[in-house]
Structures are given as structure tokens and as C-alpha cells.
């Protein structure tokens, strides 16, 4: 039995509809950006009218919350189920603390850099 609850929203019906929502936005996003490439001849200064409209902009921050929150939960998952006394022994909740520690440190940096990059301060 997992001791450590960090869960996106504590909810495993929750987690699961979020994580296919995440997933719409990211396939979404491909596309607009694929879309973009293959209909418009691309210059820096294409490149920079493009991604530094506020729309874009604004597509993607969101695109960069759905990558954070995807990723947390399938990292979460993976750190649950494979992370219990009976596959390292006693050391389950510590190892799985770290492990999520790790993670979330990751995360953050990640969307730190990316709102940098995203809206250039």
C-alpha cells in the first residue's frame, strides 16, 4: 500500500480525465505548429511574428502546464507502482520521496525555463 500521496488531484478518475485533456492540448498544439511549417515559408522573421503573438504566446503557457501536469502524473504513477516494499524492500517510502522530489524539482525548472523562453523577461 502506497503511504505517500501526491497526486495531482487525489483523484485517480480526476488524474486519468486530466491526463487525456493534457494530451488533446499537446496533440493540438503539434498540429498548429506542424500547420504553421508546412503553410508558411519560414524566416526568423516569421518565426518571431508567430510564436511572439499573444495568442501563441498564450498557447503555449498552456501547452507548458499540460507537459508539467502529464508528465507529474504519469511520473507519479510509474513512482507508485513500481516504487513499494515489495519491489525495493523498506526503503519504498523514502526511495519514492525522493523519487517524486526529483521529479518535481525537474518540473520546475522546466516551466521556469520555459516561461522564460515563452515571454522573453
Do not use: K, N
Not at 73 to 82: E, K, L, P, S, V
Amino acid at each position: 500500500m502506497v503511504t505517500q500521496v501526491l497526486s495531482l488531484t487525489r483523484s485517480g478518475l480526476a488524474d486519468f480525465v486530466l491526463q487525456r485533456v493534457t494530451a488533446v492540448i499537446l496533440a493540438a498544439y503539434t498540429f498548429c505548429v506542424l500547420g504553421f511549417f508546412l503553410i508558411v515559408p519560414v524566416t526568423y522573421v516569421a518565426l518571431t511574428e508567430y510564436f511572439w503573438s499573444a495568442p501563441m504566446q498564450i498557447f503555449s503557457t498552456l501547452t507548458a502546464f499540460s507537459i508539467i501536469a502529464h508528465a507529474w502524473i504519469g511520473m507519479w504513477t510509474i513512482g507508485t507502482d513500481y516504487l513499494r516494499a515489495a519491489h525495493v524492500g523498506g526503503l519504498a517510502d523514502t526511495l519514492r520521496f525522493a523519487y517524486q522530489m526529483i521529479c518535481l524539482l525537474i518540473l520546475f525548472v522546466y516551466i521556469v525555463w520555459s516561461m522564460r523562453l515563452i515571454w522573453q523577461f
